[in-house]
C-alpha cells in the first residue's frame, strides 16, 4: 500500500447560518481563493487539504461545507455523521447568526460523533466597524460550551489557516491512537494541522454553489 493510500482521513464539518461565509472559508483555506459573489451552498459540498499536524505527521482532510438555509437542513445533518471536527460560523455584523449559533451546536451533539471538537468562529472581522456582536460576547458564550474560538476575514484572509489548524490540531491530540496500547488509526477518522500542504478544492457530485 502507497503513502498516500495508508493516510489518514480526517472529516471536518463547517455549518452555520447561510451567508455567513462558511464556502469562502473553506476556499481560502484549500485553495486561497474568494468570490465576491457566490450561490447558496446546496445541500453540500467539499474540498480537500493536506495538513501537517503539531506531531509532525501528515494527514489528509476532507472539509464539508453544509448549507444554512432551513430546507436543506434534513439533508444536511444526515453529513454529520463520522465528523470528528467542526466549524460553527456566525457573522460578527448580523447578531442573529450569532443567536442560532446554539441550534447548529445542538445539532451536532446529536447527530455527530460525542467527542466532536468544535471550533466557534466570528467571521468578517473585515467589518469591525459593523460590529453586532462583541468578541467577549462570543468568546464567554464558547468558554461556557467547552468550544475554541477565533475570529476570521475570508475576504483578506485573517486567522483562516489559523482556525482550521488549532481545530485540526486539537481533535488530532484527542483522536490519535496509544502506541504503547497497541492502538490502531482508524481509516475515516480526524487529524490535526498546523502547516497546509498543496490543497484543491472539490464539490461533492450532486450539488453546486455556495455561501458568500
Known sequence: MSDDESATMYKVLVTGDSSVGKTNIISRFTS?????????????EFGHAEVTVSDGTEVKVQIWDTAGQ??????TRGYYRG??????????????????????????????????????????SDLKTNREVATEEAKKYAQQNS??????????????SEAFNTTIDTM?????????????KAEANISSGVTIKPTISEPATPQKGGCC
Open 172 to 184: 488530532h491530540k484527542k483522536l490519535k491512537p496509544d502506541p504503547s496500547k497497541g492502538e490502531k
Open 32 to 44: 486561497n481563493e474568494f468570490a465576491l459573489e457566490n450561490k447558496a451552498t446546496i445541500g453540500v
Open 147 to 160: 468550544l475554541l474560538y477565533i475570529e476570521t476575514s475570508a475576504l483578506d484572509g485573517e486567522n483562516i
Open 70 to 75: 432551513e430546507r436543506f437542513r434534513a439533508i
Open 83 to 124: 465528523a470528528h471536527a467542526a466549524l460553527i460560523v456566525f457573522d460578527i455584523t448580523k447578531a442573529a447568526t450569532f443567536k442560532n449559533v446554539p441550534k447548529w451546536l445542538s445539532e451536532l451533539h446529536e447527530h455527530a460523533d460525542k467527542d466532536i471538537t468544535v471550533m466557534l468562529v466570528g467571521n468578517k
